[in-house]
C-alpha cells in the first residue's frame, strides 16, 4: 500500500500547481480522500477532502475557492489542483485516505503517504 504525492515546487504569488498523488497496493475509489499539509511551526491541517459515497468535498477557509480536490478512478490518483496561490500556501503537501470527509474536514488519515513540498514566492 502506497501513495506517493508529485507536483510541488517554487511558484510566485498567483500562479498555480497541480499536486498528484498515486495510489498502489489498493483502490482509491473505495475511500473518502484528503490533502493535508503543515507549514514549519505549524500544526498539520485538512485542507480538503472528498467522500467517495456521495461526492462531498469540504475545502478548509484559506483555500476556498482557490483550490480543487479530484480523483481519477481510472488512474488511481488524486488531484489538488491549486490557483491564486499566497505566501501562506508554502508547505509540506501530503495526500492521504481518510476515515471520513465530514462537513468539518477530514476524519484523521489512514493510509498516506510522504509529501511534496509547495513553496510560493517571488
Known amino acids: 500500500v502506497q501513495l506517493q504525492a508529485s507536483g510541488g515546487g517554487l511558484v510566485q504569488p498567483g500562479g498555480s500547481l497541480r499536486l498528484s498523488c498515486a495510489a498502489s497496493g489498493f483502490s482509491l475509489e473505495h475511500y473518502d480522500i484528503a490533502w493535508f499539509r503543515q507549514a514549519p511551526g505549524k500544526e498539520r491541517e485538512g485542507v480538503s477532502c472528498?467522500?467517495?459515497?456521495?461526492?462531498?468535498?469540504f475545502y478548509a477557509n484559506s483555500v476556498k475557492g482557490r483550490f480543487t480536490i479530484s480523483r481519477d478512478n481510472g488512474k488511481n490518483t488524486m488531484y489538488l489542483q491549486m490557483n491564486s496561490l499566497k505566501a501562506e500556501d508554502t508547505a509540506v503537501y501530503s495526500c492521504?485516505?481518510?476515515?471520513?470527509?465530514?462537513?468539518?474536514?477530514?476524519?484523521?488519515?489512514?493510509?498516506w503517504g510522504k509529501g511534496t513540498q509547495v513553496t510560493v514566492s517571488s
Open positions: 492521504a485516505t481518510t476515515y471520513s470527509c465530514t462537513v468539518a474536514g477530514p476524519l484523521g488519515m489512514d493510509y
Open positions: 472528498a467522500s467517495d459515497s456521495d461526492g462531498r468535498t
